[in-house]
């Protein structure tokens, strides 16, 4: 009897980046006020809509367009921690994958000014033959670099 292995469908990627800005002030620009990201970062986010809730609020639903479009609902938001959980529910996305789940979260550093932003990404592809989603965790890096620019100038 052979055996075959069959890949995984179900994955995660994780990165982290280093930004000068406050961990606080980035998570409220995903919690508080997610339409800025565009005004940001308008190369890769070309729009951020509440469609239903309020910003920031478990159970919202937003819709964002990148490379890709994608209605997400706000699964978790914890202040406290700098953390807030998108579910994709509708869009793009879903196309290729059964589920998408993007987890922000940004943390002081414990020496200096700045802090590190965890983006961590689950999902479950629909088959073998849809890619890894590296490119939207590269476009992660991107858009929280340009996010603490943002920031930073605002100052």
Known sequence: MRKTEVPSLVGKLEVD??????????HH??????????????????SCDLHEGEWGKVGSIVF???????KERIEAV??????????????DLLKEYKS?????QATPKQEGPGSTVHWHVE???IDERVAHPETFIELCV?????????????D
């Open 78 to 91: 914890e202040p406290e921690k700098n953390l807030i959980t998108f579910r994709v529910i509708e869009g």
């Open 17 to 26: 980046v280093d930004i000068k800005a406050s961990a606080g002030k980035f």
């Open 29 to 46: 620009m995903f919690a508080g006020r997610p339409h800025h990201v565009l005004k940001a970062s308008p190369g890769n986010i070309r």
């Open 64 to 70: 964002w367009n990148y490379a890709k479009v994608a």
């Open 123 to 125: 999902y479950e592809k």
């Open 100 to 104: 998408f789940i993007i987890t922000i």
């Open 142 to 154: 991107q858009v929280s670099k340009e996010i603490d620019e943002h920031l930073l100038n605002e």
